[in-house]
């Protein structure tokens, strides 16, 4: 998130992608002819599949996958505008919709067409008739809310955006930045869609005067300073409202043990913003013809069943299955705030840099 970055247990789906990446190693990489056996895949640090899901891919095929893991959304991004002329990889996967302008115009990917992309839900799609990105997953960026926290104060938690500026939320809430954090950023397009071009910065400075706490990125929101998660428990974290995902109830559940019958968190319905991550074929990609297959595969049916109970994300593909927990502990939301990637690229760098100013200074 990128769509991620995602949930408290995730270091167990980063364990998985490590376990991926050893299935190809550097002497298995293209040298320019196309005929490469290793096809390489740049992603975020979220980035997690099964291991039997990867090797079916593999074994059809015929390539090696190798994970190349780049750091926060944001900062893989960066990293892959700056080495596009000589790429690390073959496709580049976790580039979202608030951040998907900046890679297009920067020239970061080639077209392609991928099998099966008549078959990705129409909300999700993204480019025209370009096909320079592949949608493959989406999620919503929420305030999630610890259960036990406001049950022994009699507190309701706060279900929209109006009601974290509140007196009595003061000094509960913790997101990340802006600047540096792909669900920060999210949360910031989100007040900008609820509020507005004239609005956005006065809801700001109401939040900032009522106590926000803002921290790098969401791992040290949600794990060290939250005080629902698994993570911020051992922590001693002790906010009470984290910017996070919707589907994170879903995974406090999953990974708990022994299960709980419910989630010890809950989403402020309210206050959520839908991204939707895409994969793309790098420019001067080694192994292009790997890359397409990759990516025909990223939005098959295999890989989208696969990939909720990995990425704790929800796929896009049409007819993919849902998650028995994320329709009970993880719903998507009912109504998010979206905004058109046209709006988001004239206005994002901008408004991230006035966010910085108000809210950091």
Known sequence: MGITKKVTVLALGLGMAGGLAACGSSSDEGTGSGDSKTVTLVSHDSWAASKDVIAAFEKESGYKVKVLEDGDAGQAVNKAILTKDNPQGDVFFGVDN???SRALDNG????YEA????LVLPE????????????VDTGDVCVNYDKAYFSKRGLTPPKSLDDLVKPEYKDLLVTENAGSSSPGLGFLLGTAAQYGDGGWEGYWKKLKANGVKVVDSWEQAYN??????????KA??????????ASS???EV?????????????VADGTCFRQVEYAGLLDNARNAKGGKALLDFLIGERFQNDMPLNMFVYPVREGARIPEAFVKYGPQAKDPGTMDPAKIADNRDQWVKSWTSLVLK
């Open 124 to 135: 999700y799609r993204a480019d025209g008739d370009k096909h320079r990105v592949t949608p």
């Open 108 to 111: 970061l990917f080639q077209p």
């Open 249 to 251: 109830p879903p995974a």
């Open 98 to 100: 608030t951040l998907l």
């Open 254 to 266: 999953i990974y708990a043990d022994p299960q709980p019958s419910t989630a010890p968190t809950g």
């Open 115 to 118: 099998k099966g992309s008549d």
């Open 224 to 233: 060290e300073e939250f005080s629902g998660s698994s993570g911020g428990k």
């Open 236 to 245: 001693k974290g002790d906010r009470p409202l984290v910017v996070s995902y």
